[in-house]
Each structure stands twice: as structure tokens, then as C-alpha cells.
């Protein structure tokens, strides 16, 4: 018995090292190609940084696109919690006509496949003055999060006893107050699942900024990549595009590293009840 143990132990940790290699190898090759080549070291063997150098002096700044897309995804972070917190919380906690409808309206949205309404959209955001904008771009990835975001937090709210509102009712609270005291604290691995995931779809999504925004200067950090050519006929540079998807996948790991515990109990703890 004990032999089948180990051997199950065994095959466990060899599945597991085998999967751990085949996901960082390619971060590991691509972190290896941007410090070298002829191209990073100046023409001479060894490692160099001449490709982070060509990143950073490209267009506006590597700075300039960084900031752009920090800004589009705390944007986008805030507005997906505050819009999928105040609806998961009312469509869980409150009775009234046309709430299930509602709710699976927005799920319907989950349905639709986003880059057949960017045009509706673009049109919509010229009339309210929000085109080329950085917030617009905001709204319109806040709107992509709301199904999934909704979501979670409906169902995290119900996994929630109700006994904790009723008690915080008695000793005089307000809804508002209940929600702010009793639930919300509650709820925190299922809001860290919501900004988790809002964070990592806003900081890489390349479409819609390639739609919605003109000016170069505007650019987050995926689009100005994507534009980033040089030499003749549009030859490709490489050694920089793998400086900058580094430069791109580093916050994505911090964040996701320090958040892991939050994340993996949103899904564990009751937030994906029903």
C-alpha cells in the first residue's frame, strides 16, 4: 500500500514539474532573447540590453505606453468593481420586478462576440464626446468585464448568510451600512477574482485600443507593440517585441502572485455557488 502511495506521489510531482516546464519555458526563452543577439548586444557576443534600449526610445516613450495602460486598467478595475459590487449586491439581497430578467440580460452579453458592436461602440462614444479618449476606452472594457464580474458577485453575495444582514439590521444599519460593514468584507477573495481578471483583460487587450484610440500618444502598451516596424518593408524588430512583452507580462505576474490566495479562494469559498 504504501509503495502505491509513493508511486502516485511520484507520478503527481512528475506531472507537475512537467507542466510547470512547459509553461515557463517559453517565458524563460523569451526573457533569454531579449538580452541576446546580435541585435541586443551591439554586434557582440554575450548579454546586452539594446533591445530594452530600442523599447524604451520607440514612438512616445515606453514610459508614456505604460502609464497609458496602467491608467486604463485601474480605470477599468474601478469601474468594474463598483458597477458588479452594487449590482451583485442588490440582485442577491433585494426582491423586485424584473430582477432575473436583468441579470440574465447581462449574462446574455456573454453571448455576443465583442468585435462585431466596437463599431456600434465607436460611433456611441463619438456623440458623447469620449472617442480617442483613454476613459472611453475605459467605459467600453468596464462593459466586456460586467457578465463575468456580475456574476461572481451575485453569487458571492449569496453565499453569504443571511443571518449576518438580518443581524446587522437589528442592531440599526442601514443597507448601505450592511453592505459596507458586514458583506463587503465578506466578499473580498470574490472582488480580488473580479479585479484579477478586469486588471489582466484591460492591460493586454489589443483590439479595442487599436479601435478606439488615434493619436500615438495615447497607445497603451499592447497597440504600440503591435505598431512597433522598422527597417524596410516592414521588417519586424524582434529582439525589441521581445523586450516588450517582458516589460507587458511582469506586472501580470507580480499582481497574479501576490493576489493567488484571494484568487484561488474566490472560486473555493462559495463564489461560483450555483
Same mark, same amino acid.
Given at each position: ?59 512616445? +516613450? !515606453?514610459?508614456?505606453? =505604460?502609464?497609458?495602460? $496602467?491608467? *486604463?486598467? &485601474? %480605470? ?13 449586491y442588490a440582485l442577491a ?35 458623447? +464626446? !469620449?472617442?480617442?479618449? =483613454?476613459?472611453?476606452? $475605459?467605459? *467600453?472594457? &468596464? %462593459? ?120 484561488v479562494r474566490g472560486f ?5 455557488k450555483g
Amino acid at each position: 500500500m504504501r509503495l502505491v502511495i509513493r508511486i502516485r506521489h511520484a507520478a503527481h510531482l512528475t506531472t507537475g514539474l512537467a507542466l510547470a516546464i512547459l509553461f515557463v519555458f517559453p517565458l524563460v526563452w523569451t526573457a533569454w532573447s531579449s538580452v541576446t543577439g546580435p541585435r541586443a548586444t551591439g554586434g557582440s557576443g554575450g548579454v546586452g540590453g539594446e533591445n530594452y534600449q530600442r523599447l524604451f526610445d520607440y514612438g512616445a +516613450g !515606453l514610459g508614456t505606453y =505604460l502609464v497609458n495602460s $496602467a491608467a *486604463v486598467a &485601474v %480605470m477599468t478595475v474601478a469601474g468594474t468593481l463598483f458597477v458588479s459590487v452594487s449590482a451583485g449586491y442588490a440582485l442577491a439581497r433585494f426582491r423586485f420586478p424584473g430582477r432575473t430578467v436583468l441579470f440574465l440580460a447581462t449574462l446574455a452579453i456573454m453571448m455576443v462576440p465583442y468585435p462585431t458592436i466596437l463599431i456600434p461602440l465607436y460611433v456611441l462614444l463619438g456623440s458623447l +464626446g !469620449l472617442q480617442n479618449s =483613454l476613459p472611453g476606452l $475605459a467605459i *467600453v472594457l &468596464v %462593459m466586456f468585464q460586467l457578465p463575468f464580474a456580475l456574476f461572481m458577485m451575485r453569487n458571492s453575495f449569496e453565499a453569504v448568510p443571511r443571518e449576518l444582514d438580518e443581524a446587522a439590521l437589528v442592531d440599526g444599519c442601514g443597507p448601505l451600512r450592511v453592505l459596507w460593514s458586514v458583506l463587503l468584507p465578506a466578499v473580498v477573495p470574490g472582488m480580488v477574482t473580479v479585479g484579477l481578471f478586469a486588471f489582466l483583460a484591460s492591460w493586454n487587450e489589443f483590439i479595442a485600443p487599436l479601435i478606439f484610440l488615434s493619436d500615438g500618444d495615447k497607445f497603451t502598451l499592447p497597440t504600440a507593440l503591435a505598431a512597433m516596424r522598422s527597417g524596410n518593408f516592414g521588417a519586424i524588430d524582434y529582439g525589441a517585441l521581445q523586450a516588450g512583452i517582458v516589460v507587458s507580462a511582469i506586472p501580470c505576474m507580480i499582481l497574479f502572485m501576490l493576489l493567488q490566495r484571494h484568487y484561488v479562494r474566490g472560486f473555493s469559498s462559495g463564489a461560483l455557488k450555483g
